[in-house]
C-alpha cells in the first residue's frame, strides 16, 4: 500500500526552528514530525511513502536515508517546481502512487499530529465502499477551518464550508485521507485546492464519506499549537498506559525523557515536557509545559516554562524561561536572564533580560 | 642574494563566518555577508580592488569560517575577473583576530613578503593602501594602523587610539572604554612587517606558561575578562596592539575620508551610498544616467547592473542601486534603495530607505519605506529573499524575512 505526505512549503511558522532543519524534521515528542506518520503508515502495512516537498529536497534525502534502512519502509521525495496546492502534488506523483493492485492511497497532511486510526479507516472505506474517505476532527471554533457537513448515520459527506459565519457544524477537515487512484483522474498537474475543487466534486457524487477521528488533533505547525500539541500526545501516551513516559518523585504528569538525557538532583519536571537525547538537566531544575531539544544543557537553578528550547542550545543558571519563548538551534542564554516570550534565532547570546515578547535576530 | 632585489607585499582580508555577525540578518541567512553587493559590487570586491592598486601585491589572502565551496566559485571569478591572485583560508576554529594571521604564516610567507596588510571585510572606507604603505616605511616599525577621527561621543564604540602628535607611534590603546581615552579610532586596516608573527607567538607561549603557572580564585575565574583564553586564541587588540603601545613597535596614519563600519543592513545601504560617491569621483562611468526620455529619470548616484531592465518613466535614485536581472516596471520611485538580484518591482511602486532581498515581488501602487536611520533597528525595511509585497500594501519601519507574502500593511515590525 502507498501514501503520500504533503510536506509543502517554507515552514515560516516554525520559525526560527525551521531556520535550521526543514519543518518535517523538527523534532515533536522527541521524535522528528514526519516519523510520527512514517511510522505510523509502516504499522499498517504501507510499503512506500511518497514526500510532496518544494523546498531543501537535499536535506529531507539525507535524512530519509537514514530512515529507509531503519524502518524497511520505501521513501521517494516528489518535488514541485512550483507551488501546487493541496491537490497538484497527488497529479505530480501520480505513477508513485498507482500499481496494478489498485489499493487505495492514503495522503497525510505533514503538519498534523494525531492518533492515526489508519486501520479502522480502511475499514470504514471498505464498508461504505465510496471513492474517498477522510478523517474530520470536532473543534472549539469551526469558523476558524473549513467544515465538513455530514449525514449523521452514514458520514456521507454533504458539502463543505470554508470559515462559515454561522454554525453549520463542528467538524473539521483533519487533513488524512484515504483515496481511491481514480481519485487521481480528476486532478490536473496545477495548482490546485483538494478542500475547495476536488472534494466538493466528489461530495456532490455521493462519493465522499468522513469518519470522526478517535482522540486527539493538533497541527502543530506553529509554536503555540506545538505547545499544545505535546500536551495531547502526552496524554494520550498516558491514556495507552505508556512505558516511554518518565516515572519518578521528580516528575509530575506527562514527562518524556530520551534515555540519553541526563537529570539531576532535585529538580521537578513536568507536566507536559518533552526531553531529548543527549540533554543535561542539572540539579534544581523545574521544567513545565516545554519541550527540550537534543544537544541542551539546563544549568542549575533554571525555570523552564511553555517554551521551545531548541537544539544545542544552553540556559543559564537561575534563568527564568517562559511564556512561549522559543529558542532557535545553538541559543546561549546568560546566567540569572529572564526571558518573557523572546523569540530568539540561532547562534545568538543573550546577555540581557528580554521583558516582553520580542524578537532577537 | 642581493638586498637591491624587489621584495613582494601580500594583503589578508578577514571575511568571518556564517555565525558570525548575526546582526547583519535577515540578509545574510541566504548569503554570506561578504557576498552581498554594495554599489553593485559584492562587499569584499572593495578591498580587493584596492589591494589591487598596490605595487607589487603578490597575492590575497582571505580567511573565515565560511565552507569552502561557497567561495570557490566567487574566488575564482574575482581573480579572473579583476587579474589578481586570491586564495580562501578556512579557519577550523577561532583564533583571534591576531591568531587567525598567525594560524595562517606559512602560506601567507609563501613568497617571502615584506609587508603584510591585514583588512576587515565589513570595513567601508577609501582603503588608502599605497599611502599607508608609504607612511608605515618611514616610521620603520613592526606595523602602522589606519586611524580616523569620530565624533568623542561615537568613539567608545571601538578601539580609541592615542598617538604622539610629531612621530605618529601609537602611545596608547584601549577597546570599547567606557570613559573618554581618545576620539581617533582603529579603522581596522593595518599592514605589518613578518615580524608580526614573532609578536603573536610571544603572547602564545607567555599564556600558556602562565596557565601552568597561575592559580585563579574561584571569584576571579568568573569575572569574564579573566576566562582563560586557548594559548592559540590570540586577540590583536587587547593582546597585542595595547600591550605594545608606547613602546615604539606601532605607528598611526590618519585618514580624512570617509569610514564606516558594516555591522547592520542599514549600514549596508549607507555604506552602498558611500561607494556611489566614491564611483562618481573615480569612476564616473560606472554609474547610471538618464533624463526620462530614451532611459528613466535618474538623480544623484545611481547603479543599474547592464542587465536589469528599468523602464522609461520610472524615476530612480538618489543612492539606488539595482542588481542583475531586476525589472523596475512603469512609474516606479525608487530612493535610497538597494534592489537585489531577479526582483520585480511592478507599476507605480514606491521604495524608500529599504533593500529589497533576491527575487521579491514588490505589487503595483505598494509602498516600501522606512524613516531612513541607518543605525536604529527599523530604520531602513529589509525584506528578505524571495518576499511579495502584494499590490497596494504598505510595509514601514519593518524587516520580513524570507518567503513571506505581505498582504496586510505593517509598521514597526519583525516579520518571522
Partial sequence: ?361 | MGGSEERVVVAVIMVGGPTKGTRFRPLSLNTPKPLFPLAGQPMVNHPISACKRIPNLAQIYLIGFYEEREFALFVSSISNELRVPVRYLKEDKPHGSAGGLYNFRDQIMEESPSHIFLLNCDVCCSFPLADLLEAHMSYRGMGTILVIKVSPESANQFGELVADPVTNELLHYTEKPETFVSDRINCGVYIFTPDIFTAIQGVSSQRKDRATLRRVSSFEALQPANRSLPSDFVRLDQDILSPLAGKKQFYVYETTDYWEQIKTPGMSLKCSGLYLAQFRRTSPDLLASGDGTKNAAISGNVYIHPSAKVHPTAKIGPNASISANARIGAGVRLVNCIILDDVEVKENAVVIHAIVGWKSSIGRWSRVQASGDHNTKLGVTILGESVTVEDEVVVINSIVLPNKTMNVSVQEEIIL
Wanted: net charge neutral; aromatic share 6%.
Fill in chain 1, 1 to 361: 500500500m502507498k501514501a503520500l505526505i504533503l510536506v509543502g512549503g517554507f515552514g515560516t511558522r516554525l520559525r526560527p526552528l525551521t531556520l535550521s532543519v526543514p519543518k518535517p524534521l523538527v523534532d515533536f515528542a522527541n521524535k522528528p514530525m514526519i516519523l510520527h506518520q512514517i511510522e505510523a503508515l509502516k504499522a499498517i502495512g504501507v510499503t512506500e511513502v511518497v514526500l510532496a516537498i518544494n523546498y531543501q529536497p537535499e536535506v529531507m534525502l539525507n535524512f530519509l536515508k537514514d530512515f529507509e534502512a531503519k524502518l524497511e519502509i520505501k521513501i521517494t521525495c516528489s518535488q514541485e517546481t512550483e507551488p501546487l496546492g493541496t491537490a497538484g502534488p497527488l497529479a505530480l506523483a501520480r505513477d508513485k502512487l498507482i500499481d496494478e493492485s489498485g489499493e487505495p492511497f492514503f495522503v497525510l497532511n505533514s503538519d498534523v499530529i494525531s492518533e492515526y486510526p489508519l486501520k479502522e479507516m480502511i475499514e470504514f472505506h471498505k464498508s461504505h465502499g465510496g471513492e474517498a474517505s477522510i478523517m474530520v476532527t470536532k473543534v472549539d471554533e469551526p469558523s476558524k477551518y473549513g467544515v465538513v457537513v455530514t449525514e449523521e448515520s452514514t458520514g456521507k459527506v454533504e458539502r463543505f464550508v470554508e470559515k462559515p459565519k454561522l454554525f453549520v457544524g463542528n467538524k473539521i477537515n483533519a487533513g488524512i485521507y484515504l483515496l481511491n487512484p481514480s481519485v487521481l483522474d480528476r486532478i490536473q498537474l496545477r495548482p490546485t485546492s483538494i478542500e475547495k475543487e476536488i472534494f466538493p466534486k466528489i461530495a456532490a457524487e455521493g462519493k465522499l464519506y468522513a469518519m470522526v477521528l478517535p482522540g486527539f488533533w493538533m497541527d502543530i505547525g506553529q509554536p503555540k499549537d506545538y505547545i499544545t500539541g505535546l500536551r495531547l500526545y502526552l496524554d494520550s501516551l498516558r491514556k495507552k498506559a505508556s512505558p516511554k513516559l518518565a516515572t519518578g518523585t521528580h516528575i509530575i504528569g506527562n514527562v518524556l525523557v530520551d534515555e540519553s538525557a541526563k537529570i539531576g538532583e532535585g529538580c521537578l519536571i513536568g507536566p507536559d515536557v518533552a526531553i531529548g537525547p543527549g540533554c543535561v538537566v542539572e540539579s534544581g531544575v523545574r521544567l513545565s509545559c516545554c519541550t527540550v531539544m537534543r544537544g541542551v544543557r539546563i544549568k542549575k537553578h533554571a525555570c523552564i516554562s511553555s517554551s521551545i528550547i531548541g537544539w544545542h542550545s544552553t540556559v543559564g543558571q537561575w534563568a527564568r524561561v517562559e511564556n512561549m519563548t522559543i529558542l532557535g538551534e545553538d541559543v546561549h542564554v546568560c546566567d540569572e536572564i529572564y526571558s518573557n516570550g523572546g523569540v530568539v534565532l540561532p547562534h545568538k547570546e543573550i546577555k540581557s533580560s528580554i521583558l516582553k515578547p520580542e524578537i532577537v535576530m
